[in-house]
């Protein structure tokens, strides 16, 4: 089943909702990764909620999800663009906790309260816009509407989850974000709220073999809602042997030569799909080359 991403909009108002299926991206996160349980569920729902900004924001052309955590995760990092292309990492995949209650994989304690949750979006201006919120209770996709409400004055509300078997595999993924601007009637709030209260844990619904488009129906039950259109959401890396040598270069003179001396050729893993980047020593002699000299730079 591929994945995909529902658009869905309350006629008469400006409240819009997207609706994701993640199974696949999530999938293929943790087989990169080889996160245990807490990480693929971290890394899970920040990958889907990052999926869904990606297209629901037209002059955006790359945004990006960072989370330093206080927690034992440390730090996720995931981006996305307009095509629905997603790519992401967290920086210790293997975190073990003790569940939460009911069972539930301890998500907000491998990220911590306090964490610092960040939003950059590329805007292809010279500088990009950046946002930050304190992390409220760690689960992700609260934090995120928070974020909405606190930095971007946008109501929103957001859900985001992923269902892992006993042994570690990806059951299912999803989440949603609508967004309801300030001017939503009241009854369609109230509505909302009490649609949203129902619908409880998107990961097993979608087990269960509904879609995006059912999500979308339970949650703008009631309400003049429409399907305005279909995203495609895939883990997609567009890293490059051109990139990765780029940001060899950016070492500088000094350290592309120590490298060249002790190592004789330089080495670029690329950290949201693990390709490797290998280049010998002429190549690293041509880097040498084009590098700035650093400790000229500094000199007037
Ligand atoms: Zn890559």
Redesign the pocket.
């Known amino acids: 089943m591929e994945d995909y991403i529902v658009r869905s909009a309350i006629e008469g108002t400006q409240v819009i909702g997207f609706f994701a299926r993640s199974t696949g991206l999530v999938e293929k996160a943790q087989a990169i990764h080889q996160t245990f349980p807490v990480a693929t569920c971290a890394l899970g729902r920040a990958l889907t909620l990052v999926g869904i900004m990606g297209v629901s924001q037209k002059k955006v052309r790359r945004i990006s999800l960072q989370i330093h955590c206080r927690g034992p995760l440390k730090e996720i990092l995931v981006q996305s663009n307009q095509k629905g292309e997603v790519?992401g990492y967290v920086s210790q995949p293997m975190v073990i906790l003790p569940p939460r209650k009911e069972g539930k994989i301890n998500v907000e304690d491998g990220v911590g309260k306090g964490s610092q949750l960040l939003v950059m979006k590329d805007l292809g201006l010279k500088e990009p816009y950046l946002g930050s919120v304190e992390v409220q209770r760690g689960g992700i996709a609260y934090d995120l509407a928070y974020y909405f409400n606190r930095s971007e004055q946008l109501p929103s509300a957001c859900s985001a989850g992923v269902y892992v078997a006993e042994g570690g595999e990806v059951l299912s993924a999803g989440g949603f974000i609508i967004h309801t601007p300030f001017g939503t009637p009241e009854e369609v709030i109230t509505t909302l709220e009490q649609n949203l209260s129902r619908v409880g844990e998107v990961s097993k619904r979608l087990f269960q073999g509904e879609t995006p488009e059912d999500l979308a129906e339970e949650v703008f039950a009631s309400l003049p809602a429409r399907v305005t259109g279909r995203e495609s959401l895939q883990y997609h890396?567009y890293?490059s042997s051109d990139r990765a040598r780029r940001a060899l270069i950016l070492l500088g003179k000094e350290e592309l030569t120590k490298l060249l001396e002790e190592q004789g050729q330089g080495e670029v893993t690329?950290p949201?799909?693990n390709?490797k980047y290998l280049f010998d020593r002429r190549q690293l002699q041509e880097m040498i080359l084009s590098a700035q000299d650093k400790s000229r730079r500094f000199k007037s």
């Open positions: 790519r890396c890293c690329c949201f799909c390709q």
